[in-house]
């Protein structure tokens, strides 16, 4: 068997929060290539998204891997190390912990792993987010694995027909559920739509009993208990032969659908699909960004990336992202493009609620007429 990780972290930002330092990138590379040589992974390759550094590895010791993980944990200290040299913003800022113990559960990184045997042909695509949050892969998945508008295969394909399974995660209460789509459809959509709770984490093939995508599912706000940044998630999806088509999987990001995070992770923003090369938020700390880096794997060596969004078709997406933008900016200060009270990653609501605390009165209290 065969193991795709995908783990990234934020440990610096160049400059602000919108790029990785090329120094870092380098180092992360040579981290990777002495982990190949000396057989840890089979492959790897890094890449990244805004701030936020990818080590993209195939290897054979499953998901969860304390081997695989603590090579992550160090190489990203390592990258810290960097970013601090060099005074970057926010160093080291996803690395919650002080010490790495078992594997990278609650410690900040954020990882989609899948375990596979690997097919004659294995098409997999790897999307990177940043200044977003992992709910955002959930309108995506609804439509690539249960939307025949979306997926034709869905119709047509005999291996696709019998659907697929949804694992969803509740993130505020630590508990999990499989939805079976599209029996289960309107069920899961009750959940789903809800993307800052209910996340889904996984999505299996029931004709094939093969696990077709993975998610990271982490909240950093809900282990951190304050605002370290947003999650800016990762997803894995396998394609083909029996699976969704590459452009099925790709399709849903032709939509610029509206994410939250943005600015201080605290604003709904459309989804922007960009070649690696223009991942680099700043507007606004924004329009949050995806890429999708494209590999065969074969003989569990990653063929590729091939930079899937490098495609004039998405100029239409980009275009109508931007007016989104321009429209959701004129909200300023007001919801919906500030994130709801109960959503905010920033608040001064708790100290208002204590300063202003004596210049609230019921709404019968007669208050005096201003003078003038
Ligand atoms: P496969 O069944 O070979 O994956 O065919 C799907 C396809 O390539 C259509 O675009
Ligand atoms: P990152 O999570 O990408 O560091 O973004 C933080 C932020 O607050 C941007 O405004
Ligand atoms: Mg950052
Ligand atoms: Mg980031
Ligand atoms: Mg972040
Ligand atoms: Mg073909
Ligand atoms: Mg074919």
Not at 234 to 259: D, H, K, N, T
Not at 264 to 283: I, W
Request: with cysteine.
């Amino acid at each position: 068997m065969l193991t795709l990780s995908i783990i990234k972290a934020d440990t610096g930002g160049f400059v602000g929060h919108s790029a990785v330092h090329p120094d870092m990138m380098a180092e992360a590379r040579r981290e990777i290539d002495r982990a190949s040589a000396s057989g840890l992974i089979i492959d790897g390759h890094v890449a990244s998204c805004g701030d936020d550094i990818s080590l993209i590895m195939t290897h054979t010791y499953g998901v969860d891997a304390g081997l695989i993980h603590s090579f992550a944990w160090d190489t990203f200290r390592n990258t810290t190390r960097i970013a601090k040299e060099l005074g970057l913003y926010g160093a080291g800022q996803d690395l919650l912990s002080d010490a790495f113990s078992g594997n990278l559960r609650g410690m900040g990184p954020g990882y989609a792993e899948l375990e596979f045997e690997e097919r004659p042909s294995e098409p997999v695509i790897c999307f990177l987010a940043d200044k977003t949050e992992p709910g955002a892969w959930n309108l995506p998945l609804y439509k690539i694995f249960a939307d025949p508008f979306n997926t034709a295969g869905l119709v047509i394909d005999q291996k696709m027909h019998a659907g697929f399974g949804f694992e969803v995660y509740d993130l505020y209460e630590e508990k999990r559920i499989v939805f079976d789509c599209p029996a289960d459809l309107y069920d899961m959509l009750m959940y789903i739509g809800a993307p800052a709770r209910y996340v889904v984490h996984g999505v299996r093939s029931k004709t094939l009993g093969e696990t077709a995508a993975a998610t990271s599912t982490q909240r950093l706000s809900l282990i951190a208990g304050k605002y370290v940044g947003k999650d800016d998630p990762v997803m894995i999806v396998r394609c083909q032969s029996g699976l969704p088509a590459v452009g099925e999987v790709l399709e849903p990001f032709a939509f610029p659908y509206a994410v939250a995070g943005c600015m201080r992770g605290s604003h709904h923003a459309p989804f922007l699909p960009v070649p690696v090369e223009q991942a680099h938020p700043s507007r606004f700390d924004g329009p949050p960004r995806v890429v999708a880096l494209g590999f065969q794997i074969h003989d569990g060596k990653l063929i590729g990336p091939r930079d899937m969004f490098a495609d004039p078709a998405f100029d239409r997406a980009r275009e109508q992202a931007n007016e989104i933008m321009d429209y959701f900016r004129r909200h300023g200060p007001f919801e919906p493009h500030r994130l709801p009270l109960s959503e905010l990653e920033y608040t001064t609501m708790s100290t208002l609620t204590k300063q202003l605390a004596n210049r609230w009165t019921p709404m019968t209290t007669v208050i005096a007429t201003p003078v003038g």
